[in-house]
């Protein structure tokens, strides 16, 4: 008994002393197992070695990496209502995703997966700080929260806001505002990244790596680089260059500028790389049948020429002929033998300069048929190259001149549009049914960039025939609908810039102040009257409701019509029914209780009064008012915002165009056609002149592409026809 006691007592021992080391050591049963576990461990008495191993173990898995949260960064809402700084938005994203990706403890969600992702969910333009939107975007980035912003440039100030989100439940985590001169952007950003990364708990540097250290750099700068971005995200590589190049010439120690620099011309010089081997793959081919021994070679040379161009395969040509200068051929050798004056050297730089004309390189096309013209004056090709030279000069010198002028046309552009704006019919029908909060909005829009404009730049505009003095200060009928007197004396005041001509402008703002006046009265009356609950009085209001709109109480007209409908011996005896329910359904519309107004247009058409009076007219009558009230409730929905913005691009994409800043016609195209709800006709129109922009850049195989969706998306459109002949004959 005492025996068998002992030997289940080891046996115990031993399981646990092997737990122990198992534990220790997870790769000691399978050494066990292989009869090795006298190697490991010679003395399993000794459990104070293996609780030393044990200890050893927990204290360095607190070493080892963990996983660590990811966050997402959207791009940033442009609240100025100025859309030059709309590359803003990427800007200050890419920043802030280039520092925080540094910080330890966090995983950041890279940009171009941003990129992705919104094009897959296609939000629209200037939606990123909503939390919804927030939400939707981070959940498509995996994301566990997701960091969301808005800036607004006011007279030098510039605020920026940032708001960080949990994707799941939607809860605000952090929330923070800072506050810079535009002439020290970086103040500003660096008191942004030490905020975020507080208020996550994280470590980090106490100040951006990438922002300059010392030198001022104002926010003209960083939107110049931010465009750089939104160009590089476009594949317009080329011009980004140009402008980071620009940026950085201008502030050396501008990092964020630097560092995008360097990382585009490491993508373009490899890529350059790679297009440089598949050319030298094909041109290695064309070479192997070209014999410099032959008599025939002149012959073999102008066939491969010939080939290629047939093809419009310029940048192979311009390979071809960079291989053939290692062949030792003599520039004065004569291509078709003795009899003909056509030498290698001369058809060599005509075809490079064929093919930089082609490929509307005006710099390289400049300096090649510079170089033809000198070597080779009496050439038959000599008129040609003079041709591709002057063409290249012109267009070289009009966008010299474009860029001289583009951004106080840019400003110009923007200034008719919203006086295009505030003038049409639209605008006009919807201020019967404009909250105060969107009236302040297009407010502070026609104070600041139309009141706001230089006095000459307006005489100017209007001696041009722009837009006339009346469109220029038709907002003051949205300003006597708000009873705002203050703007009506900055539109009496502003109007003096004209002399003489602003009298009748003043006079008319006169009567709008008297009117004014009368609504008060009126207003102060009709209070009382509604007080009183008279039905005589009730039912003169009824007859008044115009005015009463006029007056913009739209909860009052609400409660008039409800007692007006309530108080049915009134109501059955006068021909008041039908207006009443129309008022009442437009006024829920103009307090934006668009649910509630379906409802009673539902009631309007179940009226057991006026059904019983007389059906058939009640139907018609009704008929009649669904179209009015199907077109009120498209105005009070209508995302007006967008609208406008939406007019802007496409007069800013045809001033671009108009002063061949290509580029940015090309930029600006395209985000009308990716962000904006444009109707079928303007989306075909867009994209069709979207392919020019880019053929206009030299960006042909972006070219093509867009002129595939056009094709795609409108098989039997106007443009089908001209879209198809120039990809046929585009450059390869």
Partial sequence: ????????????????????????????????????????????????????????????????????????????????????????????????????????????????????????????????????????????????????????????????????????????????????????FFSGYKQLVELITKQLKLSSSTSSSLAPKGNKVGLNAVVQYSKAIDFADKGLNTDATELLASTVKQFPDFGFAKNKLDQIKAWMKEMDKQHELQVAEETKKLMASIDVTNPQLGQQISKVWTLLITSWSYTKILAFNNELRTKGIADDFKLFGEASPITFGEML??????????????????????????????????????????????????????????????????????????NNYKFRNALDLMSKKE???????????????????????????????????????????????????????????????????????????????????????????????????????VRSARELNECMVFDLVEKVMRLYLQQSEASKKTDNRDDAWEHLILSEIAQGSTEDAKTELKNYQKDPVLYAKDSLLLKKEVYSFKNKFNDALKLAEEDKSAAMQMMIYEKKAEIYSEHNQYADEAATRLELVNNFNLPPDKSELQYFKLVYAYYNTGYFDEARKTAKVLQDKYPKGSFSQSVESLVKYMPQ
């Avoid at 919104?118 to 997701?146: C, M, P, R, V």
């Avoid at 730089?349 to 400049?366: C, V």
């Avoid at 290249?392 to 009009?398: S, T």
């Fill in 439 to 541: 009236y302040e909005f297009y407010k502070s829009i026609y104070v600041n960039r139309v009141l706001g404009f230089g006095d000459e730049q307006l005489k100017g505009m209007i001696t041009d025939n722009k837009f006339s003095m009346e469109e220029l200060f038709i907002f003051r009928n949205a300003a006597e609908r708000f009873q705002d007197a203050a703007l009506l004396d900055q539109i009496t005041a502003k109007s003096k810039i004209f002399g003489d001509e602003s009298i009748r402008v003043e006079e008319e703002i006169a009567s709008s102040k008297k009117d004014m006046e009368r609504h008060k009265e009126f207003l102060t009356e009709a209070k009382q009257k509604f007080a009183g609950k008279n039905e005589k009085d009730i039912e003169q209001l």
């Fill in 349 to 422: 730089l005509y075809y490079e300069s064929l093919s930089w004309n082609s490929l509307k390189n005006n710099t390289k096309m400049i300096e090649t048929g510079k170089q033809f013209m000198e070597k080779y004056p009496t050439s038959m090709y000599y008129s040609s190259v003079k041709m591709f030279m002057e063409q290249a000069v012109a267009e070289l010198e009009k966008r010299e001149k474009g860029k001289a002028v583009i951004d106080e046309e840019l400003l110009k552009s923007e200034l008719v549009v919203y006086v295009d704006y505030f």
């Fill in 1 to 184: 008994m005492l025996h068998a006691k002992n030997r289940k007592e080891k046996k115990r021992k031993e399981r646990k002393e092997n737990s122990f080391a198992d534990f220790a050591n997870p790769l000691q049963p399978c050494l066990r197992q292989a009869g090795s576990r006298e190697m490991v461990f010679r003395d399993y008495s000794d459990l104070f070695q293996r609780r030393i191993l044990i200890v050893l173990f927990f204290s360095l898995s607190c070493f080892l990496p963990s996983y660590s949260e990811t966050i997402a960064i959207s791009y940033f809402d442009n609240t100025s209502q100025v859309v030059a700084y709309d590359p803003l938005s990427k800007g200050i994203s890419d920043m802030l995703i280039t520092d925080l990706s540094k910080v330890q403890g966090v995983t950041i969600v890279e940009r171009s997966r941003l990129e992705d992702i919104l094009k897959e969910i296609e939000l629209n333009k200037n939606k990123y700080f909503d939390d919804k939107t927030a939400q939707k975007l981070g959940k498509g980035l995996g994301a566990k929260s997701i960091l969301t912003g808005a800036f607004m440039l006011l007279s030098d100030n510039l605020r920026i806001d940032a708001r960080m989100v949990d994707v799941q439940t939607g809860k605000i985590l952090m929330a923070e505002s800072v506050n810079c001169n535009k002439d020290d």
